[in-house]
């Protein structure tokens, strides 16, 4: 079908430390410790940090399947211990609905500070409709299981229930600007390292 081949939609992402909701010595005690974020060890001011990246997601017309590609700098990949795709709005705390880490070796694949990840329908978590009119995250990853499990629910994103989980469902949130990239380390869990909002652009790296 020569209509859909060979063209794709594109979104890009500039990382920085402070677009973190806030800094981490001030994160919530036990929503951290309930979502098995806890950070270990001396965590740094936003504005001291030098952390900084890029990503791009481009996405086959047809919604078929993903390109996360990933770019770091003033980071190193062993500092690194979890890298995420939230649905969420600028500030706002958000569901993981993509946990990157788990498709690839964080400090193998990104020792020399980029990265290009295949995302698949499989690899994004799943919203489903439960009892009360309440939101459940079903996946095969239980660390986002858990994380999702402290959030309000039903899990909304500007208002928009999530209800499916799929590369539909992801390329319609960064069409809005409501998802964004997340970092984190041992130091920097819960808020994370560096945040990333994700919008629309024209330009698609080779």
Do not use: W
Not at 26 to 40: C, D, Q, R
Not at 188 to 201: A, D, K, L, S
């Amino acid at each position: 079908m020569k209509f859909c081949k060979n063209k794709y939609y594109v979104y890009d992402s500039c990382f920085s430390p402070q677009q973190q909701p806030d800094d981490e010595k001030n994160a919530p005690a036990a929503l951290a410790a309930a979502s098995g974020f806890t950070s270990n060890g001396k965590s740094i001011p936003r504005e001291l940090r030098k952390e900084r990246g890029y990503g791009q997601l481009v996405f086959k017309k047809d919604l078929s399947e993903c390109y996360v590609h990933i770019e770091i700098e003033n980071l190193k990949s062993s500092n690194i211990k979890k890298i995420h795709i939230h649905a969420g709005a600028p500030g706002i705390l958000g569901p993981i609905i993509v946990n990157l880490g788990e498709l690839i070796n964080i400090e193998k694949d990104l020792a020399k500070g980029c990265v290009l990840i295949p995302v698949k329908n499989k690899d994004i978590a799943d919203f489903v409709l439960g009892e009360e009119s309440s939101t459940s995250t079903k996946s095969k990853d239980p660390m986002a299981d858990k994380y999702n499990s402290i959030l309000p629910k039903p899990y909304t994103v500007d208002g928009i229930p999530l209800t499916s989980g799929n590369i539909a469902t992801l390329d319609s949130l960064a069409r809005q600007g409501l998802i964004y990239f997340n970092f984190h380390n041992d130091a920097e869990n819960f808020y994370g390292i560096m945040r990333g909002q994700i919008y629309p652009t024209t330009e698609k790296c080779n």
